[in-house]
């Protein structure tokens, strides 16, 4: 989503390289390029100049630092001032002390929040809740029967008014669906609420009838990050119609500029408390500003990636591969190799991964068409070596090879390259498993 900016920006702190101190030309300099490149994403202007004058007053003034150098302290104040203009910190869900928890969506048909719903609601359940869906969307045809296909799919229930009695009343539908949730002990009750195309003042009523009779924990905006300057109008609109503790980004995956989505939480106050980036059920997760901005910065976001692989790493395999590698219990082998690229897979994709780490930018192109049949070729070759030859590569001879390449189909050439990418990559890997870090600091200038 933030394609353009991340390049934009990079650019900008590459002409900072190598400089040992800022002038006062520099620093105007490099404050025209932010806001140029801010601007060309889409970022509300108010925002944009506000950002601008503190970056360029944080640069100017006394905020030196031992460790970094002048460029690489404009990367911190940059990566700053987005994380204060994205929320600051990270904002979680508050339950309700006693009784249900009632969560409230609002935003515009199409926004995305029959589909959010859905993902909430599993989300919940992740984290041990109970929770309920609530249609209260009887104006769109279709979007209750929507959201009874999304909560069977999380295997969430759904309170929905009968079918076939015309119009319901929603403000009555949510007032039921409370003493539902309480008969049936749900502890979370998710009203989705009802969207047109464009902010209307019935809209408006009928949001904030419902938010009046069932008095909700939470009042989320649910906005689609790809309208682009209208998702600011739109979030200003409701706020004053209806108003929110929170606002949810949908479709962050999409390639709009999304400088809007950047915009939203500084002229609202409301911090952005979830984003949501694919029509996948999974594609949800808290949003975190401080991840956001380094990810914008392309300096990685190694902690939503630590957390994924968290969840799907075989905990005791991963140990066992890591003593490998700081030298204790045996030697890393292609074995520990190809266990370890098939727990990487199930993270996702190879592009997904690789561009959550840092510096990762500037391939972003040879990322984005990097072939993942790829790894199914070195899977080949590996699963073609004796169990004696992956357990030590250095036996692999010139004959060796010759029958690896027939017995994957591949070339001697791609077997050759296998191997001694794996010794490079043992290698390093060994190093920095010894606590040498990774060599250098990617996304850094300097
Ligand atoms: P509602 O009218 O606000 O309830 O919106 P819907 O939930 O029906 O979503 C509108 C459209 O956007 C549907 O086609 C969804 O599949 C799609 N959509 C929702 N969330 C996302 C997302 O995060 N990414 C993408 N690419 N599409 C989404």
Redesign the pocket.
């Known amino acids: 989503m933030f394609a353009t900016l991340s390049d934009r920006l990079a650019d900008t702190f590459k002409n900072l390289r190598g400089k040992g101190r800022l002038s006062e030309a520099d620093i105007d300099a490099t404050a025209r390029e932010i806001r140029i490149a801010l601007l060309e994403a889409d970022v509300a202007l108010p925002v944009v100049k506000e950002f601008v004058a503190s970056v360029k007053e944080r640069a100017r003034g006394e905020e030196v630092s031992g460790a970094l150098n002048p460029a690489q302290q404009v990367v911190k104040i940059v990566h700053e001032e987005l994380v204060a203009i994205l929320g600051g910190e990270t904002r979680r869900l508050r339950y309700a002390k006693t009784g249900p928890t009632v969560i409230m969506l609002a935003?515009l048909?199409?926004?995305?929040?029959?589909?959010?719903a859905g993902k909430l609601a599993l989300w919940l359940k992740e984290q041990g809740k109970t929770p309920m869906l609530v249609a209260c969307?009887l104006q769109?045809p279709n979007?209750v029967t929507?959201l009874q296909v999304n909560g069977e799919r999380v295997g969430v229930p759904v309170f929905a008014p009968e079918p076939g009695n015309g119009v319901g009343d929603p403000v009555a539908v949510s007032r039921a669906s409370i003493e539902e949730a309480k008969r049936k002990l749900h502890d979370v009750v998710i009203i989705?609420t009802a969207?047109r195309l464009g902010v209307d003042a019935e809209l408006m009523k009928q949001a904030a009838d419902i938010r009046d009779a069932v008095q909700p924990d939470e009042v989320l905006f649910?906005v689609d990050a790809m309208i682009g300057q209208d998702a600011v109008s739109t979030a200003q609109a409701f706020l004053d119609g209806v108003g929110y503790d929170g606002v949810v980004l949908?479709?962050?995956?999409?390639d709009a500029r999304g400088g809007a989505a950047l915009s939203i939480a500084s002229i609202t106050g409301k911090p952005v408390m979830f984003a949501?980036?694919?029509?996948k059920a999974t594609?949800f997760d808290l949003f975190h500003p401080d991840r956001m901005a380094s990810r914008i910065l392309d300096m990685g976001d190694m902690l939503t990636l630590i957390e994924q692989a968290e969840k799907t790493f075989d905990q005791e395999q991963a140990l066992k591969a890591a003593q490998k590698l700081s030298g204790q219990g045996g030697e890393f082998t292609l074995d520990d190799f190809l266990q370890q690229m098939q727990q990487v897979r199930k993270l996702g994709s190879m592009s997904k991964i690789m561009g959550m780490l840092p510096g990762m930018g500037q391939f972003r192109e040879q990322l984005e068409n990097f072939d993942e049949r790829e790894i199914d070729r070195i899977e080949a070759i590996i699963r073609s070596m004796t169990p004696a030859e992956r357990d030590n590569p250095k036996m692999i001879d010139g004959s060796r090879r010759a029958r690896i390449a027939r017995g994957s189909g591949r070339q001697v050439s791609d077997v050759n390259q296998l191997v001694d990418r794996f010794f490079e990559a043992r290698k390093m890997m060994m190093q920095m498993a010894k606590g040498g870090g990774m060599p250098g600091m990617p996304g850094m200038p300097g």
């Open positions: 935003g048909q199409g926004a995305g929040k029959t589909t959010l969307d769109r979007a929507q989705d969207g649910v949908t479709k962050l995956d999409g949501s980036a694919g029509e594609d």
